[in-house]
Each structure stands twice: as C-alpha cells, then as structure tokens.
C-alpha cells in the first residue's frame, strides 16, 4: 500500500481485530488478521500491543496451548469507548477522501 499507516490508524486497526473475538485474541494470529489489509511485522506490531495495553484499551491474560503459555488480547471497555471514536472519524475522514479522490459529493 503507498498510503502511510499512522499510529491512530495501526490502533484502530488492531483494536478493531482484537474486537472481533469475545474471549480475546494472540499476537501472531493479530499479525495475520492485520496482514489482509496492511503490511506489518511483528516487531511492528507487539509495540503497539503493549502500548494500547498500557492506555488500559486491552487486557491481556495467559492460557497454556500446546504445551506452551499464550498471551491473549481483550479489548476493555476503555478500548470499545476509544474504538466506536476511531470508527466515527473513520467514517468522516472516508467521505471527506471519497471527495477529493473520486469526486464523490459529500452529504
């Protein structure tokens, strides 16, 4: 993608993955619910885990898989009151790009 990926939209992205799934979510399969969109490492991605953790917008909590511990990702009601913001702005910053763009007129 030749469009640059800012911090609020990285958040909102992840926030948005980790979102879709009730009893949370990992890493690796973040990267790759990410990766259909955007391209990310996973030296990209667990900064910004920690960070949206650290801003109480995810919990996180470990859980044995194969032999080995997990970390798993929950969004928090903090990081659903943050999402459904990024989500209005998203959807402002869409039309108001929609028209210089593809001339699209705004309502």
């Not at 030749?2 to 948005?16: C, H, I, K, Q, R």
């Not at 979102?19 to 949370?24: I, L």
């Not at 996180?60 to 659903?80: L, S």
Request: without cysteine.
């Amino acid at each position: 993608m030749a469009f640059n990926t800012g911090t609020a939209m990285l958040d909102a992205v992840v926030l948005s993955v980790v979102s879709q799934e009730a009893n949370g979510t990992y890493g690796y399969k973040i990267t790759q619910d990410v990766r259909t969109i955007m391209e990310i490492s996973e030296s990209t991605l667990y900064p910004v885990l920690r960070r949206l953790q650290k801003d109480s917008f995810l919990e996180t909590y470990d859980q044995e898989y194969a032999g080995r511990n997990r970390r798993y990702y929950k969004i928090t009601a903090n990081g659903m009151i943050q999402l459904d913001s990024f989500r209005k702005e998203w959807v402002e910053f869409r039309k108001k790009m929609d028209f210089i763009i593809m001339g699209v007129p705004l309502d």
